[in-house]
């Protein structure tokens, strides 16, 4: 890297707004400088319902990271995420015309155009164009063809698309506080970024982001993303469960949650009674421990059943394949006998895990809740070194169709 360079993730979660400012280093990790935070208004289910009220955490959280790291925010990296983003693999072809047998960086421009020649829904647009693997004249699985002679040019993609106005929507609420959008990054393929090594995208690895609101995960299979998906559930529908099963106000059932509650087979855990204590406008109450952990237990189920549905609907056989197992991040992580669950229900090994290879407060990048964000910055580096600085929007603009200009 020839210069130090700061780049600023931001994730407008279902419960916090969080904001992560990193500086990149030469040796390709990032340093965390700050982290700001402010709990989330205006959010459901990973989308904007109350475009004011949010933009309005999103000025608090962003004058928190400004506070903690003396560094002014001007352009920021944004996570994206909701029920209504949908993805597909699909190839695109290219024929090199009869005066030519090398293989230009144009091609590869070309190759992705005819890979994103689908109808979609009228009222959605592109999001990701994700490059698999290149095919050279029936040559599989080709890392750069550049340079390369052949009449053919193959290409398969992970193409990410989404509803145009939800997006926007996400976008308005940035750009009335005066900042620029450097570009909007899958929520999945940020958390992947920093807790996958390249060994693990190699073997194989089902990354799993359970926040507030929704639950993102993607699958990574020989270095390459192969499947990604949202669902619009996470840890606040285990919470209401609970407030709703044992009626309790939200915030008890979320304290309890966390405190007492366990996602294990209530049948295989120890029972008994947990005392919530008097507080003003609160009675105590004895509460069943077993049926406490039945709640969450049928709920962290169901939403890994679901996710193992849609995997296996869409590619058949494709989580037998995943040597390197399962990866749990975000702020359901903590949730206490996760994981063995998880490996019931896919039948593969599985891991907690936070971001890695990140320098700065520890109490930032351990904690899995912080995934997505510090991904960003990860991305972010990525990204700036392997692009000149212009062609960033210019990026940006053919994957969601010109939906904002970049401010100057």
Known sequence: MA????FVGLEIGTTKICVIVAEGRNDGTINILGVGETPSRGVRKGEIVDLSTVSDCVREALLDAEDK???????VWVAITGSHLRSFNNRGTFILP???DEIVDEDLQTVEINAKEVALPSANSFLHTIIQSYHVD???????PVGMAGSRLEADFHIIHGVKTRIQNTLRCIECLKLGIEDVVLSSLASALVVLTQQQKDLGALVID?????????IYLDGAVRHSGVLALGGDHITNDISIGLRLPIARAEVLKIQEG???????????TITLKNDPGFHGCEIDRKALNTIIHHRVREIFELIRNDVEAGHDGMLSMLGAGVMITGGCARLRDIAPVAEEIFDLPVQLTRAKE?????QTFENPQFSTAIGLTKYAMA???NQPEESLMQRFAQGLGGLFKRRS
């Open 358 to 362: 990140v320098g700065g407060s520890t």
């Open 3 to 6: 210069r130090e360079q700061i």
């Open 138 to 144: 029936g040559n599989e699985n080709i890392l750069s």
């Open 383 to 385: 990204v700036s070194d």
């Open 210 to 218: 359970m926040g507030g609101g929704t639950t993102d995960y993607l």
């Open 262 to 272: 366990s996602a294990a087979d209530p049948d295989q855990v120890e029972g008994g």
């Open 98 to 100: 009869e005066d030519r």
């Open 69 to 75: 790291t003396n560094v002014e925010i001007g352009n």
